[in-house]
């Protein structure tokens, strides 16, 4: 098993900045990777970004690109997503998830566990 725990989201200005971490424990996936989803209200769950324990190869939904940025630091087992530039259309609950794969990081289905999820609240 895997243990996801999220730091606290909040609640920002639009173009303000976040940072959001998920520390992992328990199995160690070293050979997979790390992604980041959110669920806005009424919307489907939806991949925003992911990268992997290995070189640190990277993903972003085109949504997200250029204003968020995605990092991990394999002695902690702790992956970052940084968010700047915040719109109101960011607002939603935020998860990690891990998985032991490293192809199709953008589906859902490719993630085994998740964590509880996190609220961040864009104001416009």
């Known amino acids: 098993q895997v243990q996801l725990v999220e730091s606290e989201g909040g609640l920002v200005q639009a173009g303000g900045s976040l940072r959001l971490s998920c520390a992992a424990s328990?199995?160690?996936?070293?050979?997979?990777?790390m992604g980041w989803f959110r669920q806005a209200p009424g919307k489907e769950r939806e991949s925003v970004a992911a990268i992997t324990w290995s070189f640190g190869l990277t993903y972003y939904a085109d949504s997200v690109k250029g204003r968020f940025t995605i990092s991990r630091d394999n002695a902690k087992a702790t992956v970052y997503l940084q968010m700047n530039s915040l719109k109101h259309e960011d607002t939603a609950v935020y998860y990690c998830?891990?998985?032991?794969?490293?192809?199709?990081?953008?589906?859902?289905?490719?993630?085994?566990?998740w964590g509880l999820g996190t609220q961040v609240t864009v104001s416009s």
């Open positions: 328990g199995r160690t996936l070293s050979n997979g990777a």
């Open positions: 998830a891990a998985t032991g794969s490293v192809g199709r990081l953008w589906e859902k289905g490719t993630y085994a566990y």
